[in-house]
């Protein structure tokens, strides 16, 4: 017989940490789960095992203070362990069952109750060279200068939109290694001015950016607005790009063109939504693009159209990591109060408290939406001969072929081409075939719908498959 719990939180990152920890509080029987070796998510970034610093940055100390409450809770915790399908049998009234691949978890648990708190990945955007060994993403560059404490080149460039771009550029130049510049494909001025009172609101994120931009002046790093590199060149590994001014759609302006030599290239296009877990259980979506594209429909207490279904972060829409846990700390009460453990007077005295923080991180959520959503020109980057799906290497030029012939749907494209078929899933190509397809046919992005999602959610071997109950 499996463990059944009254509240599965999938996902350790901010908004997961502070929902098993209201939950846990409120006596609720919670299990959290995460396909990291620790917790903390993307933002906390905890160390892996074994590893020391002497000087932690403030979100790791703040990550380690929030694993070290829930440490002192009774909250079941399983790391290391993928979460690869959610399965219901509404007959037989068992539940949610959670299939989990990890070595010290059960092959499968119950819940009465989810909180989905998977995050989000980062948007890639396809040009000329983007497959090429040297190109890597700010998210992956951060993992290996923050917490690996490793460079990935001497000599890079940073390039696509957000305020990871300057975080990337100032731990690289930390790390030693010289950036030539920062290509912020966003013109921040004059829309960006209008946000100046939302960011006064965010000291911490305010004295952040100043202390990385100090580091880049300090580095003699040009921050370069309104520009993108289009192409990573070289053989064997990159060993330069070219960059260009860009219009306000994100089409490069021709003329514009400059070369740089580097060995890296560093991107960030900004955020997509991880509505892998949601889509495989049915919750409804609806397309915000400021969002990061396609997010699960909400009420106020961040519950799904499924009853008991709850998603909390940037998994529900791109808003940062203080909106996370704040999202957390809503979606740990609605449970608390659903499974008859916290009174709605209390649920709602919770609500109450968390609605002027909520607002104010919403605020800066609309900001990261309105100045940094990906430039939907950039799909004009790729060549017939760029390789739009990486794992299955299918090109723009096959793509075409299919929309062409036919296939004017994403789901369509992937039957015909194989595109999304591969490791990742289509978390890869998938927004790149959509606007394909929406360029090439004339449709609407929002009328696109995203990929089907089966399990598993991430590859998994035969081997677990065949362990498991049919
Ligand atoms: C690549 C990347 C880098 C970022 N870097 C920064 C930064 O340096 N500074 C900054 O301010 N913000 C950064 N952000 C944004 C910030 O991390 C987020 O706003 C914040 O972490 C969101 O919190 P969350 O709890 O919603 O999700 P996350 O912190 O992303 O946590 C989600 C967790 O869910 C787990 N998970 C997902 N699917 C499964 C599954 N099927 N089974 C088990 N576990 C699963 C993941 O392993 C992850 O730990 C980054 C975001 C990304 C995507």
Not at 115 to 135: H, K, Q, R
Not at 150 to 172: D, E, M, N, Q, Y
Not at 328 to 340: D, L
Not at 401 to 406: K, L, R
Request: charged share 20%; with cysteine.
């Amino acid at each position: 017989m499996s463990e059944t719990y009254e509240l599965a939180v999938i996902g350790a990152g901010p908004a997961g940490l502070e929902a098993a920890l209201v939950a846990s509080q409120a006596g609720v029987k919670t299990v959290v789960i995460d396909c990291y070796p620790q917790s903390g998510g993307q933002y906390f970034k905890a160390m892996p095992s074994g590893f020391s610093v002497s000087e932690r940055n403030s979100a790791e100390a703040e990550g380690d203070a929030l694993a070290k409450r829930l440490e002192e809770t009774s909250v079941t915790r399983f790391w290391d362990t993928l979460v690869w399908g959610v399965f219901n049998d509404e007959e037989k009234d068992e539940g949610w069952l959670l299939a989990l691949n990890g070595a010290e978890a059960p092959k499968e648990i119950r819940a009465r109750t989810l909180i989905l708190a998977n995050g989000a990945y980062e948007t890639p955007v396809a040009f000329p060279g983007w497959t090429l060994p040297g190109v890597i993403s700010c998210g992956a560059t951060l993992i290996l200068v923050k917490t690996q404490r490793v460079a990935p080149g001497k000599r890079a460039i940073v390039t696509g939109t957000g305020p990871l771009l300057f975080s990337a550029a100032a731990h690289l130049i930390a790390a030693g290694v010289e950036v030539v510049a920062v290509c912020e494909n966003t013109r921040l001025f004059p829309k960006g001015i209008m946000y100046i009172p939302t960011m006064l609101g965010q000291w911490g994120r305010l004295v952040e950016g100043i202390k990385y931009l100090s580091t880049m002046i300090k580095g003699k790093t040009p921050y370069k607005t309104g520009w993108s590199v289009i192409e990573a060149q070289g053989k064997e590994h990159v060993e330069g790009a070219i960059i260009a001014k860009l219009d306000n759609n994100g089409v490069p302006i021709p003329g514009t063109e400059k070369t740089v030599l580097v060995d890296t290239v560093v991107c960030s296009f900004g955020l997509t939504p991880n509505t892998d877990m949601a889509r495989m259980i049915g919750c409804k979506l609806e397309y915000k693009a400021k969002k990061g594209g396609w997010i699960p429909v909400r009420d106020e207490t961040l519950q799904t159209s499924l009853d008991g279904v709850y998603v909390a972060g940037d998994c529900g829409g791109i808003s940062g990591a203080e909106n996370s846990r704040l999202e957390g700390q809503i979606a740990g009460t609605a449970v608390s109060n659903k499974t008859g453990h916290m009174s709605s007077q209390k649920a709602e005295e919770i609500y109450n408290s968390l609605k002027s923080p909520l607002s104010q991180q919403r605020r800066f959520g609309r900001l990261l939406g309105d100045l940094f959503t990906t430039k939907p020109g950039l799909s004009s980057l790729s060549r017939d001969d760029t390789i739009i799906c990486r794992c299955e290497e299918i090109t723009k030029k096959e793509i075409l072929a299919a929309i062409d012939a036919g296939c004017e749907s994403v789901v369509w494209v992937k039957r015909q081409t194989r595109s999304g078929m591969g490791m990742c899933q289509g978390r890869s190509c998938h927004r790149q075939v959509a606007h394909l397809v929406a360029q090439r046919t004339g449709q609407k992005l929002d009328t696109l719908l995203p990929d089907t999602q089966r399990p598993p959610e991430r590859p998994i071997s035969l081997e677990v498959l065949v362990e498991v109950d049919e």
